[in-house]
């Protein structure tokens, strides 16, 4: 079966990072971040990155624009504004994505996805990526610094973690298989990590107003508290002249 890894750089050093992809014998990094860049890490910023690997002889590929997470369209949204992975999957620059990683592996090349999460199951390269390439016969397997995590082991902690939430066989639903209590899992997953083009867009918006209020200089905790009703007020559209 053909296979590919996942990492997740978090905010290792960048020589811990790159003996982690020596040491699993990765040759190619395809970056699925939507921005390649890092607030924390800066040695993870896409040129400084893409220097770095070449300098270690290791490829660089970006493919956040095609395998990213971040969408605004409506049509690839939930109601609540997160983003329906399905619906990406579906799309047809989410499937050339596919179709370069799958080329790259049919011509030999060791690939590892990269994104920012430590985590694996935390990130879209597990819910979204990850699922897709799993279903379409690929191997995935998740490097971490001390181990090594399949994608079905990752399958079985979300059974674990959304067991409740579950469909399960009984007298009346005997056709609830496995396969089914995974799909359902994948999808809870994908609604707890979901990029949220609304919230996203309330912060940058409430961040614009704080910034305006805090320039008053309030003191103290009522002041600090009162600060905070008005950054909130105004985002909902409650105030409707700056202050």
Known sequence: MNRV?????????????????????????????????????SQYNRETLKNYLQEKKIYYIFMGDLLGAKYEDKNLLFGDGKVNFKKVQEIKSFQDGITRIDAGITKGYN????????????????????????????EVEHIYPDKIVSQKILEQQLLKKYDKKL?????????ITKALQIQTAYKLRNKDIAYNSITIK????????????????????????FCTFLCDTATKGYLFSTI
């Open 5 to 41: 890894y996942t990492i997740g750089h978090s905010t290792h050093e960048i020589d811990d990072f790159i003996l982690l992809l020596k040491k699993n014998n990765i040759d190619t990094i395809v970056d699925v971040r939507s921005i390649p860049y890092s607030r924390f890490a």
């Open 111 to 138: 690939i590892s996805l990269m994104c920012s999460e430590k985590e694996a199951f935390d990130c879209h390269r597990f819910g979204l990526v990850s699922e897709f390439l799993t279903n379409n016969s690929i």
């Open 167 to 175: 469909p399960k066989a009984d007298l009346l639903n005997p056709s």
């Open 202 to 225: 309330h912060e940058s918006k409430k961040d614009k107003y704080c910034t305006h209020i805090s320039d008053h200089n309030f003191k103290g905790r009522q002041g600090a508290e």
